[in-house]
């Protein structure tokens, strides 16, 4: 009797791991899906209105959205790896899933390299690099990572802001596969230094992403913590960066310096108001104090990464209410922006190829509602049908094909290692672009 009170209490006790896990990913997803209607917005609405200043969707998502992405390709990159260091046994398949992942994304984001830089700044190129960068720090303890993602934050700001005059001057425009050919040296400075989306700089990003996913993601203290570091981290970049700039005199020295500068008054304006092009001018130190959007300053790459993280965290969160009605609601909210964001690749070039198309000839207001109704009702009719969106399976079959292989050829007799095969920490579904 008491044998099969045992099996009876431990059977009860399943589905309820089994929902926890599950309300987690979904709380992740959730996060995915509201940085993919994010980045939408900043492409399709605009950025100011008539009098100059910023707009609602601006000022919420402007370089918010882009910097969740990035947080979450390193929970990304945590889940893929079993969300814990990578042992010696698994390094052949964990460096070939991530080299493969790369190259896949990367060839993804060239082609879509026709794409009009003006509309939209195509971030999978950039995301390449990222995850050839994450293959050393997969191998790090987490305090590690941490202190690299420090370092990112703080010291590769000032790295870029001595290197930009050595460094070819950005195009901006969205690169394509010829660029491999005839600029590769180019590609190369762009995407990791001068670009919109600078790789050694979002290398800020993918730590802090690789951490939280190494993570107990489904306990309620873990989600609040996020939430409250990441709101603190948010609220000390402002009031550092205000500080600096108003009480330490660092906005003045910024237009005592403007006759050096290689922007007119009214391109520093915007760029103080609006945000940059992922850097800014090598004119004076102080420019690393802004906190403006796409600026790469320490302010900028803190704030960012700490509203990701609060947000996180709050969607991680609501996961935890007791009250039914509560729940259910929740449940209901959580679910359309879960499935899409279980394939924002796929939606992401979905949206790339819709705004640079002969079919988007609505005004902004409009397209970006429409746009944002299919995303839902796509992601929830594919999720029901099948699953994972074509360029999530694709990547992921290819991912795999190469893991097994490595192991192969290094003589080993499973292809990953058992806390990479458990099937909810291993969620690459949404690949986060």
């Given at each position: 009797m008491s044998q099969l009170t045992a099996l009876a209490t431990r059977a009860r006790s399943v589905p309820a791991k089994v929902m926890t896990a599950s309300a987690r990913l979904v709380a992740v997803d959730a996060t995915r899906g509201i940085a993919l209607l994010g980045m939408m917005a900043v492409h399709?609405?605009?950025?100011s209105d008539a009098n100059g200043q910023s707009t609602w969707s601006f000022l919420i998502f402007g370089g918010r959205a882009a910097a969740a992405f990035a947080v979450l390709a390193g929970a990304t990159v945590a889940f893929m790896t079993g969300r814990r260091r990578v042992t010696r046994a698994a390094a052949m398949s964990t460096v070939a899933a991530l080299a493969t992942r790369a190259l896949a994304v990367g060839a993804i984001g060239l082609a879509l390299g026709y794409a009009d830089a003006a509309l939209a700044a195509v971030i999978l190129p950039y995301y390449a690099v990222l995850f050839l960068l994450a293959i050393p720090l997969v191998f790090l303890p987490s305090w590690a990572v941490a202190l690299v993602g420090v370092i990112a934050m703080t010291g590769f700001p000032a790295l870029t802001h001595v290197l930009i005059p050595e460094l070819p001057v950005p195009t901006l425009l969205n690169p394509t596969l010829s660029y491999l050919v005839h600029q590769p040296v180019a590609l190369l400075s762009?995407?990791?230094?001068?670009?919109?989306?600078?790789?050694?700089?979002?290398l800020t990003y993918l730590c802090a992403g690789l951490v939280v996913g190494r993570m107990n993601l489904a306990r309620l203290r873990t989600a609040l913590g996020l939430l409250t570091a990441g709101a603190a981290l948010a609220l000390a970049a402002w009031f550092v960066s205000w500080a600096l700039l108003n009480h330490f005199g660092g906005l003045a020295q910024i237009w005592a310096a403007q006759p050096d500068s290689v922007l007119t008054e009214s391109?520093?304006?915007?760029?103080?108001?609006?945000?940059?092009?992922g850097t800014t001018p090598a004119s004076t130190w102080w420019w690393l104090a802004v906190d403006a959007p796409h600026t790469g300053s320490p302010p900028d790459l803190m704030g960012t990464t700490g509203t990701a993280i609060a947000m996180l965290g709050g969607l991680l969160a609501l996961t935890h209410l007791r009250q039914p009605v509560l729940r259910r609601a929740v449940r209901v909210v959580q679910a359309p922006l879960a499935a899409a964001g279980g394939m924002t690749l796929t939606l992401y070039t979905a949206h790339i190829m819709f705004i640079n198309s002969d079919?988007?000839?609505?005004?902004?207001?409009?397209?970006?509602?429409?746009?944002?109704a299919a995303v839902l009702l796509i992601g929830l009719g594919w999720r029901a049908s099948a699953g994972r969106g074509p360029l999530e399976a694709l990547v992921s079959a290819l991912t795999g094909r190469a893991r097994r292989a490595a192991s192969r050829n290094a003589g080993s007799d499973t292809p990953t290692p058992a806390s990479a095969a458990r099937p909810v920490p291993d969620d690459t579904r949404g690949l986060s672009p």
């Open positions: 399709v609405l605009p950025e762009e995407l990791s230094v001068t670009g919109e989306y600078p790789a050694l700089t979002w391109e520093t304006t915007d760029l103080l108001a609006l945000g940059g092009d079919y988007d000839t609505y005004d902004s207001a409009t397209s970006y509602l429409l746009q944002v």
